[in-house]
């Protein structure tokens, strides 16, 4: 027969948790240090992949390389492979405008997309564009 649980927080859902058991940490198990290598162990046992870097090799750095094509051709690492040069920033979108209110809608992608064209098209930001458009649509009621 099944062990008399009640008042132990067991399967009897009628009964209170009975958590007598339990008590805060004391000062000396909140400041005794961790083993790192046994923190490792239990990981890998666990099968956790580690966040750190991996390592590489000590190696030549990059800029110092001969590619594999120049190799055996007497070429010097000097004169390696130069390393790629960053992109240009690309020019900011917004501008400071005075408008601070958010509209959202939902439209087809294709409307989507002859809108951000004609925004683009003028080089008006989106509420830019909104505003042309509202005028316009103005301007045909009239």
Partial sequence: MAEDTKGQGGDDLDQPLNLSG?????ADELNTPLDAD????????ASFASRQPVKP??????????PEAAKGQGAEPAQAVATPQPAPPRQPR?????????FNIKATA???????????????VYGEA???AVAALEMQDR
């Fill in 94 to 102: 917004r501008r400071t405008t005075g408008r601070n209110q958010q």
């Fill in 38 to 45: 046994a923190i490792r162990a239990a990981a890998e046992a």
């Fill in 110 to 124: 294709e409307t989507i997309d002859r809108f951000i064209a004609l925004a683009d098209k003028h080089g008006w």
């Fill in 57 to 66: 090799a000590a190696t030549a750095p990059a800029s110092l390389a001969v």
């Fill in 130 to 132: 909104f505003e042309h």
């Fill in 22 to 26: 339990f008590a805060p940490k004391t």
